[in-house]
């Protein structure tokens, strides 16, 4: 990832579920993958779900997301919430 066009900074955090941590180049987006895992497309398909189910919770999601950053409390491994808590 370090020598891709489209991602800046990838570093690897060692966890239980090791997370490659990188920044989106063209969006600026902040992106973690988790490796070694074989749930993604399942927590996909129900944080889409319930998108469609609950339109105000995209939003709202997003919201506690934008709180969390702020107060330094978006990474799991510093004792903060992952964004599949929300």
């Known amino acids: 990832l370090r020598s891709s066009c489209a991602a800046?900074?990838?570093q690897v955090v060692p966890a239980r579920v090791p997370i490659i941590k990188?920044?989106?180049k063209p969006s600026g987006m902040h992106v973690d993958v988790?490796?070694?895992t074989t749930n993604g497309?399942?927590?996909?398909?129900l944080a889409r779900r319930l998108n469609q189910a609950f339109p105000?919770?995209?939003p709202l999601a997003l919201l506690l997301k934008s709180?969390?950053?702020?107060k330094h409390m978006n990474e799991v491994f510093t004792g903060g919430l992952s964004s599949f808590v929300l």
């Open 56 to 58: 105000p919770l995209q």
């Open 22 to 24: 990188c920044v989106d």
């Open 34 to 36: 988790s490796m070694g």
């Open 67 to 70: 709180f969390l950053v702020q």
């Open 8 to 10: 800046i900074g990838a």
């Open 41 to 45: 497309l399942a927590a996909l398909r």
